[in-house]
């Protein structure tokens, strides 16, 4: 009788939502679903407790707001009644006294402004009538919406445990009724969201911030209105209702630890409560939960009320003991009396959600995805918002939360991506270098073929006619020796010059068949190693079969090797390390000698480029070498460190040589 069906209460702003999960982690019933990172209500789960409103310090979650309604219905209809929640001076402490208050709402347009308290009085009559002919029945308190819903969404099986006595709010509503007529409509204004979906019967609901902004709005001030007292019944300790155990003391009962057949609890402490009553069946008398931590606390009190709970508390005592002391006790039992057989029942629905928890299989899968291997790595640090890591998984598997949620699986991610950006940006930069590298000799190689082609001519012609000449001079002429050195020389400038074509990539390559760990050792066997220098060979191939340009491979290595023993004068180790894939064979030759300086890293390759003595090198060794590698059409690159503070010094040029098919 009297119980609506609970709607759409709370909502998300969207655009102010930053993904805190502050409101997961405060809903007693998780009724917050995150998608795309955005938190969105889940109405079928929401009991309308209101705190999500409460935490959110981005003002992202906004409950219904009747305020134009209860404006629009009070230009409407003269005939209409403020029922004001026992909770007021708690919210209106600025008000010097309570009679201001009430004159404010009477200038808003209120015909009638009565007090729930005295419905409190009524239903705490009927709570203690009820409680003393079921002595052996446990009750759960009724008068909280949001422990009703609960108990109806989560605890079908409780139902029959409510006390089945109406709130106060619906109480005085029908007390109302009763007194000014059915035609009287009624607006309950207290501080809970939930109360707006509490009942059908009650026409309309505010929250005290709602009623400020409307005072706000109607510019309705305390020095501009005539002090009031409340329109009868006047209420007596119904006045204490808000504050914790306030139902109790109105029944003259305590929850006694001698006793222990009452347990009271607020916030979200009374989960625990419930969840525990179920499984042990414990024989207490009485639940009296409270989804707040007493109504004073209610999500609906303003956001400009700075009072802590305890002073809220403080300023409904006293203004408790103010009416008590002031109270016509004659004729509040007289009200009493009046109103002892009017109907305040209650009757409560089953609305179970029904959740489906999944198997430890799908459990096991999440767990393992987001990194939680062992109980180890279980923290239940509850920065999602879930209180364990097993509950996170679960909301996951249901739809209602992300992966994304668990602070450790995002941190061991973002580490993985930073990692992955800095081989990138390590690949991208040697990707440039190489770029900025080939660009380079690539121009210089159509120098060097230009400048072969210009001079292989003149070339040709002086040592043609140097070696006529030294045919028609005696060998005992002077001159002979003049001769032979011209022509010594010019054979040095052709060697100069092939190595240049080489260079240039004007080389024709004459593949064959190779085993390439045999040309390789044979390689090796080709250098002249001093004793301080070992040599270590390692071969990964798979198939050694590969097609290659014997001569121009066997220059490549030889001069790979012969610069690797040349950079270890006090000695080191030299290595020769091949490995393979499906389409490439790889060479790795190492030193353990002085390294490349980094400022001569990217002149290598340079024709002419060289850190020997005069005399002791052309600068064509390396980029006569890259040039056979091109012609290849592979790959060569190099690691090296000539600072000892960075680690090991050395050298290793990596090459690496497609693979072609056999009987080349």
Same mark, same amino acid.
């Given at each position: 009788m009297g119980h609506a069906n609970i709607n759409k209460i709370v909502f998300t702003v969207k655009d102010r939502c930053r993904v805190c999960y502050t409101c997961v982690r405060e809903c007693p019933v998780k009724a917050i679903k995150i998608i795309n990172g955005q938190a969105e209500v889940i109405h079928e789960r929401c009991i309308g407790c209101g705190n999500c409103v409460l935490v959110c310090s981005q003002g992202a979650k906004v409950f219904l707001d009747a305020k134009q309604n209860v404006i629009d219905l009070l230009k409407e209809n003269k005939n209409v009644a403020a029922c004001i929640a026992p909770s007021f001076p708690a919210e209106f402490y600025d008000l010097n006294d309570y009679k201001i208050f009430v004159g404010m709402l009477k200038k808003l347009g209120f015909r009638k402004v009565v007090e729930v308290a005295f419905g409190a009085d009524l239903v705490s009559r009927k709570y203690q009538e009820i409680l003393s002919d079921n002595q052996n029945k446990t009750y759960v308190s009724s008068d909280c919406p949001a422990i009703v819903f609960y108990v109806e969404q989560y605890y079908p099986d409780l139902i029959d445990s409510l006390v089945?006595?109406?709130?106060?709010?619906?109480?005085?509503?029908?007390?109302?009724?009763?007194?000014?007529?059915?035609?009287?409509?009624?607006?309950?204004?207290?501080?809970?969201?939930?109360?707006?979906?509490?009942?059908?019967?009650?026409?309309?609901?505010?929250?005290?911030?709602?009623?400020?902004?409307?005072?706000?709005?109607?510019?309705?001030v305390p020095d501009t209105v005539k002090p009031c007292d409340f329109d009868p019944p006047r209420a007596g300790k119904g006045s204490v209702f808000p504050v914790s155990r306030g139902m109790l003391q109105n029944m003259g009962k305590e929850d006694s630890i001698v006793d222990g057949d009452i347990i009271v609890a607020e916030g979200k402490k009374f989960k625990g409560v419930i969840s525990e009553y179920v499984k042990q069946k414990n024989k207490q008398n009485y639940l009296e939960l409270l989804c707040c931590e007493g109504c004073i606390m209610g999500a609906g009190m303003s956001e400009t009320n700075s009072l802590k709970r305890f002073a809220r508390r403080s300023q409904v005592s006293d203004y408790v003991k103010s009416k008590l002391s002031n109270l016509d006790e004659k004729q509040w039992k007289e009200d009493l009396l009046m109103f002892s057989d009017l109907d305040i029942s209650q009757s409560f629905r089953v609305n179970d959600i029904d959740e489906k928890v999944p198997d430890e299989k799908e459990i096991k899968a999440v767990l393992l995805k987001m990194g939680k291997k062992s109980p180890n790595d279980f923290l239940n640090c509850g920065a999602c918002g879930y209180d364990t890591c097993r509950e996170h998984t679960i909301a996951i598997i249901q739809g209602l939360a992300?992966?994304?949620?668990?602070?450790?699986?995002?941190?061991?991610?973002?580490?993985?991506?930073?990692?992955?950006?800095?081989?990138?940006?390590?690949?991208?930069?040697?990707?440039?270098?190489?770029?900025?590298?080939?660009?380079?000799?690539?121009?210089?190689?159509?120098?060097?073929?230009?400048?072969?082609?210009?001079?292989?001519?003149?070339?040709?012609?002086?040592?043609?006619?140097?070696?006529?000449?030294?045919?028609?001079?005696?060998?005992?002429?002077?001159?002979?020796?003049? =001769?032979? +050195?011209?022509?010594?020389?010019? *054979?040095?400038?052709?060697? #100069? @010059?092939? $190595?240049?074509?080489?260079?240039?990539?004007?080389?024709?390559?004459?593949?064959?068949?190779?085993?390439?760990?045999?040309?390789?050792?044979?390689?090796?066997?080709?250098?002249?190693?001093?004793?301080?220098?070992?040599?270590?060979?390692?071969?990964?191939?798979?198939?050694?079969?590969?097609c290659l340009d014997k001569d121009q491979m066997m220059q490549m290595l030889t001069n790979l090797e012969k610069n690797a023993v040349e950079a270890m004068p006090e000695g080191?180790? =030299?290595? +020769?390390?091949?490995?393979?894939? *499906?389409?490439?064979?790889? #060479? @790795?030759? $190492?030193?353990?000698?002085?390294?490349?300086?980094?400022?001569?890293?990217?002149?290598?390759?340079?024709?002419?480029?060289?850190?020997?003595?005069?005399?002791?090198?052309?600068?064509?060794?390396?980029?006569?070498?890259?040039?056979?590698?091109?012609?290849?059409?592979?790959?060569?690159?190099?690691?090296?460190?000539?600072?000892?503070?960075?680690?090991?010094?050395?050298?290793?040029?990596?090459?690496?040589?497609?693979?072609?098919?056999?009987?080349?």
């Open positions: 089945p006595v109406a709130s106060p709010m619906v109480a005085i509503h029908r007390i109302v009724k009763k007194i000014y007529g059915e035609n009287i409509k009624t607006v309950f204004i207290g501080p809970c969201i939930a109360k707006k979906v509490e009942s059908d019967e009650v026409d309309m609901v505010l929250t005290f911030k709602e009623l400020r902004e409307i005072f706000k709005m109607e510019e309705i992300e992966e994304e949620m668990c602070l450790p699986y995002l941190i061991g991610k973002l580490h993985d991506t930073i990692y992955d950006l800095n081989v990138s940006h390590d690949k991208l930069a040697n990707m440039k270098q190489a770029l900025r590298q080939s660009e380079k000799l690539a121009s210089m190689g159509q120098l060097s073929a230009g400048i072969a082609h210009e001079l292989n001519n003149p070339l040709g012609v002086i040592t043609m006619y140097a070696d006529i000449l030294k045919e028609e001079v005696d060998e005992t002429n002077p001159i002979a020796k003049d =001769l032979e +050195l011209i022509v010594e020389q010019a *054979d040095r400038c052709k060697k #100069i @010059v092939g $190595g240049l074509l080489n260079f240039a990539r004007k080389n024709q390559v004459i593949l064959s068949d190779v085993h390439i760990e045999e040309f390789c050792k044979h390689s090796l066997q080709s250098v002249v190693v001093p004793e301080n220098i070992t040599i270590t060979f390692r071969s990964k191939v798979s198939d050694p079969a590969v080191g180790e =030299l290595t +020769l390390e091949l490995s393979d894939t *499906d389409n490439e064979i790889e #060479i @790795v030759v $190492g030193d353990t000698g002085v390294g490349i300086p980094e400022e001569n890293t990217d002149k290598i390759f340079t024709p002419f480029f060289s850190t020997k003595g005069i005399g002791k090198g052309t600068g064509l060794g390396l980029p006569l070498i890259y040039g056979i590698i091109k012609m290849h059409k592979g790959k060569i690159s190099f690691v090296s460190n000539a600072n000892p503070g960075k680690g090991p010094t050395g050298t290793k040029f990596i090459i690496k040589i497609p693979r072609k098919e056999s009987n080349c």
